[in-house]
Protein backbone atom coordinates (compact mmCIF):
# COMPACT_ATOMS: atom_id res chain seq x y z
CA UNK A 1 0.00 0.00 0.00
CA UNK A 2 1.57 3.42 -0.77
CA UNK A 3 1.54 6.32 1.36
CA UNK A 4 -1.11 8.09 -0.71
CA UNK A 5 -3.50 4.69 0.00
CA UNK A 6 -2.90 4.46 3.67
CA UNK A 7 -3.95 8.38 3.43
CA UNK A 8 -7.01 7.93 1.85
CA UNK A 9 -8.08 4.72 3.96
CA UNK A 10 -7.75 6.43 7.04
CA UNK A 11 -9.54 9.15 5.93
CA UNK A 12 -12.19 6.17 4.86
CA UNK A 13 -11.87 5.09 7.94
CA UNK A 14 -12.36 8.36 10.32
CA UNK A 15 -15.48 8.95 7.92
CA UNK A 16 -17.39 5.98 9.58
CA UNK A 17 -17.11 7.96 13.39
CA UNK A 18 -20.35 10.55 13.87
CA UNK A 19 -18.85 13.66 15.18
CA UNK A 20 -20.41 14.78 18.32
CA UNK A 21 -23.08 17.79 18.53
CA UNK A 22 -21.31 20.82 19.12
CA UNK A 23 -21.46 21.38 22.34
CA UNK A 24 -21.69 17.82 23.52
CA UNK A 25 -17.52 16.68 23.62
CA UNK A 26 -17.11 14.03 26.02
CA UNK A 27 -13.86 11.84 26.68
CA UNK A 28 -15.95 8.52 25.65
CA UNK A 29 -17.01 8.11 22.47
CA UNK A 30 -20.66 7.10 23.58
CA UNK A 31 -21.40 9.27 26.65
CA UNK A 32 -24.61 8.50 28.26
CA UNK A 33 -27.52 10.95 27.19
CA UNK A 34 -27.90 11.90 31.10
CA UNK A 35 -24.23 13.46 30.68
CA UNK A 36 -24.03 16.77 31.01
CA UNK A 37 -22.37 18.58 27.90
CA UNK A 38 -19.18 20.34 29.01
CA UNK A 39 -20.43 23.72 27.87
CA UNK A 40 -22.85 23.53 31.39
CA UNK A 41 -20.48 23.98 33.37
CA UNK A 42 -18.15 26.41 31.31
CA UNK A 43 -18.76 28.92 34.66
CA UNK A 44 -16.98 26.22 36.80
CA UNK A 45 -13.42 26.66 34.81
CA UNK A 46 -13.68 30.63 33.29
CA UNK A 47 -12.54 33.20 34.83
CA UNK A 48 -15.31 34.60 37.15
CA UNK A 49 -17.05 38.19 36.71
CA UNK A 50 -18.91 39.99 39.60
CA UNK A 51 -22.63 39.93 39.37
CA UNK A 52 -23.45 43.67 39.54
CA UNK A 53 -22.73 45.75 36.74
CA UNK A 54 -20.90 48.19 38.22
CA UNK A 55 -18.35 45.17 38.73
CA UNK A 56 -19.14 44.01 35.19
CA UNK A 57 -18.04 47.71 33.76
CA UNK A 58 -14.93 47.80 35.71
CA UNK A 59 -14.03 44.22 34.15
CA UNK A 60 -14.68 45.67 30.55
CA UNK A 61 -12.75 48.64 31.43
CA UNK A 62 -9.66 46.72 32.75
CA UNK A 63 -9.45 44.20 30.61
CA UNK A 64 -10.30 47.28 27.80
CA UNK A 65 -7.17 48.68 29.09
CA UNK A 66 -5.00 45.86 28.66
CA UNK A 67 -6.01 45.04 25.51
CA UNK A 68 -5.34 48.55 24.06
CA UNK A 69 -9.00 48.99 23.32
CA UNK A 70 -10.08 52.83 24.37
CA UNK A 71 -13.17 53.03 26.14
CA UNK A 72 -15.85 55.51 26.88
CA UNK A 73 -18.66 54.64 29.38
CA UNK A 74 -21.32 57.68 28.58
CA UNK A 75 -23.97 59.26 30.79
CA UNK A 76 -25.87 60.19 27.88
CA UNK A 77 -25.82 60.72 24.77
CA UNK A 78 -24.54 63.97 24.36
CA UNK A 79 -21.59 63.12 26.29
CA UNK A 80 -20.88 60.60 23.25
CA UNK A 81 -21.40 63.01 20.51
CA UNK A 82 -18.91 65.40 22.29
CA UNK A 83 -16.40 62.61 22.69
CA UNK A 84 -17.25 61.34 19.06
CA UNK A 85 -16.33 65.23 17.75
CA UNK A 86 -13.47 65.12 19.94
CA UNK A 87 -12.29 61.93 18.05
CA UNK A 88 -13.00 63.04 14.86
CA UNK A 89 -11.05 66.30 14.82
CA UNK A 90 -8.37 65.22 17.15
CA UNK A 91 -7.34 62.27 14.50
CA UNK A 92 -8.89 64.20 11.26
CA UNK A 93 -11.33 62.12 9.96
CA UNK A 94 -11.76 62.84 6.35
CA UNK A 95 -14.26 60.05 5.41
CA UNK A 96 -15.82 57.43 7.30
CA UNK A 97 -17.66 53.92 6.67
CA UNK A 98 -20.61 52.79 8.60
CA UNK A 99 -24.22 50.88 8.67
CA UNK A 100 -28.17 51.67 9.25
CA UNK A 101 -28.97 51.65 13.25
CA UNK A 102 -30.03 54.09 15.59
CA UNK A 103 -26.30 55.03 16.86
CA UNK A 104 -24.70 54.81 13.78
CA UNK A 105 -27.76 57.00 12.09
CA UNK A 106 -26.99 59.94 14.98
CA UNK A 107 -23.20 59.21 14.67
CA UNK A 108 -23.76 59.96 10.86
CA UNK A 109 -25.60 63.15 11.46
CA UNK A 110 -23.20 64.44 14.38
CA UNK A 111 -20.07 63.71 12.59
CA UNK A 112 -21.13 65.41 9.02
CA UNK A 113 -18.35 63.37 7.02
CA UNK A 114 -18.48 61.90 3.86
CA UNK A 115 -19.67 58.39 4.56
CA UNK A 116 -19.49 54.78 2.69
CA UNK A 117 -22.70 52.76 3.64
CA UNK A 118 -21.90 49.19 3.44
CA UNK A 119 -25.71 48.62 3.33
CA UNK A 120 -25.13 49.03 -0.27
CA UNK A 121 -22.84 47.84 -2.44
CA UNK A 122 -19.48 49.42 -2.31
CA UNK A 123 -16.31 49.55 -3.53
CA UNK A 124 -13.58 46.84 -1.36
CA UNK A 125 -11.07 49.77 -1.56
CA UNK A 126 -12.49 52.40 -1.00
CA UNK A 127 -13.61 51.19 2.33
CA UNK A 128 -10.37 50.22 3.36
CA UNK A 129 -9.37 53.99 2.84
CA UNK A 130 -12.03 55.45 4.74
CA UNK A 131 -10.41 56.95 8.00
CA UNK A 132 -13.04 54.73 10.20
CA UNK A 133 -15.47 52.05 10.44
CA UNK A 134 -18.52 52.47 12.55
CA UNK A 135 -20.23 49.81 14.03
CA UNK A 136 -23.23 48.58 16.19
CA UNK A 137 -22.82 45.39 18.28
CA UNK A 138 -24.91 42.42 19.66
CA UNK A 139 -22.93 42.60 23.39
CA UNK A 140 -19.37 43.75 25.29
CA UNK A 141 -18.02 40.63 27.23
CA UNK A 142 -16.57 42.17 30.57
CA UNK A 143 -14.95 38.55 31.34
CA UNK A 144 -13.01 39.29 28.08
CA UNK A 145 -13.07 42.46 27.27
CA UNK A 146 -14.74 41.44 23.97
CA UNK A 147 -17.38 42.81 21.28
CA UNK A 148 -19.22 40.53 19.98
CA UNK A 149 -20.58 41.21 16.22
CA UNK A 150 -21.98 39.59 13.54
CA UNK A 151 -22.82 40.43 9.74
CA UNK A 152 -26.48 41.58 10.55
CA UNK A 153 -25.45 43.88 14.04
CA UNK A 154 -21.99 45.41 12.24
CA UNK A 155 -23.03 46.37 8.37
CA UNK A 156 -21.58 43.13 7.14
CA UNK A 157 -18.19 41.22 7.53
CA UNK A 158 -15.89 43.65 6.42
CA UNK A 159 -17.02 47.17 8.14
CA UNK A 160 -15.42 46.03 11.20
CA UNK A 161 -12.18 44.95 9.58
CA UNK A 162 -11.18 46.86 6.83
CA UNK A 163 -10.59 50.73 8.27
CA UNK A 164 -7.61 51.32 9.98
CA UNK A 165 -10.36 52.86 12.99
CA UNK A 166 -12.94 50.18 14.26
CA UNK A 167 -15.35 52.04 16.44
CA UNK A 168 -17.93 50.83 18.41
CA UNK A 169 -21.37 52.59 19.50
CA UNK A 170 -23.04 50.09 21.90
CA UNK A 171 -25.79 49.96 24.99
CA UNK A 172 -25.20 49.86 28.17
CA UNK A 173 -27.91 46.91 28.46
CA UNK A 174 -25.81 45.16 25.89
CA UNK A 175 -22.77 44.63 28.29
CA UNK A 176 -23.59 40.78 29.29
CA UNK A 177 -21.58 38.84 32.32
CA UNK A 178 -19.13 36.39 30.28
CA UNK A 179 -18.99 34.11 26.94
CA UNK A 180 -21.61 32.04 28.32
CA UNK A 181 -23.93 34.67 28.22
CA UNK A 182 -23.13 35.91 24.92
CA UNK A 183 -23.52 32.36 23.43
CA UNK A 184 -26.84 31.93 24.55
CA UNK A 185 -28.03 35.77 23.85
CA UNK A 186 -26.39 35.17 20.19
CA UNK A 187 -28.60 31.71 20.33
CA UNK A 188 -31.76 33.50 21.66
CA UNK A 189 -31.57 36.72 18.83
CA UNK A 190 -30.60 34.11 16.08
CA UNK A 191 -31.75 30.88 16.20
CA UNK A 192 -32.24 28.67 14.24
CA UNK A 193 -31.05 31.22 11.27
CA UNK A 194 -27.55 31.99 12.81
CA UNK A 195 -25.24 35.19 10.99
CA UNK A 196 -22.90 33.92 8.37
CA UNK A 197 -20.16 35.42 10.81
CA UNK A 198 -20.13 35.34 14.22
CA UNK A 199 -16.88 37.32 16.08
CA UNK A 200 -15.83 38.05 19.09
CA UNK A 201 -13.49 41.39 18.60
CA UNK A 202 -10.83 41.24 21.69
CA UNK A 203 -8.65 44.84 21.08
CA UNK A 204 -7.41 45.73 17.94
CA UNK A 205 -5.62 43.74 15.73
CA UNK A 206 -2.35 42.36 16.95
CA UNK A 207 0.61 39.98 15.76
CA UNK A 208 3.62 38.86 18.00
CA UNK A 209 5.40 36.19 15.30
CA UNK A 210 8.19 38.40 15.00
CA UNK A 211 10.96 37.94 18.02
CA UNK A 212 7.96 38.32 20.26
CA UNK A 213 7.23 41.99 19.69
CA UNK A 214 3.74 43.24 19.70
CA UNK A 215 2.70 44.94 16.56
CA UNK A 216 -0.75 46.27 16.28
CA UNK A 217 -2.92 46.42 12.82
CA UNK A 218 -1.28 43.64 11.59
CA UNK A 219 -4.00 41.67 10.33
CA UNK A 220 -7.11 44.18 10.89
CA UNK A 221 -7.94 47.80 12.01
CA UNK A 222 -4.88 49.44 14.45
CA UNK A 223 -7.47 51.40 16.61
CA UNK A 224 -10.19 49.81 18.29
CA UNK A 225 -12.97 52.86 20.35
CA UNK A 226 -15.55 51.37 22.10
CA UNK A 227 -18.60 54.10 23.21
CA UNK A 228 -21.52 52.44 25.61
CA UNK A 229 -24.05 54.58 26.67
Request: net charge neutral.
Amino acid sequence: MTEREKIFARIREALTVLAPVPGHHDTASHAPASVAAPSAHAREWLPPTGDSFEDQLARFRAHSADLKTTFHFCNNREEMTKLLLELRDAEGWKKIASHRGELTDAAGKTLSLPTLSTDQPFNVAELEACDAGITECDALVAQTGSVLVTNRSAGGRSLSVLPPHHVVLARREQLVRDLPAAFELVKKKYAPNYPSMISFVTGPSRTGDIERILVLGAHGPKKLTVFCV
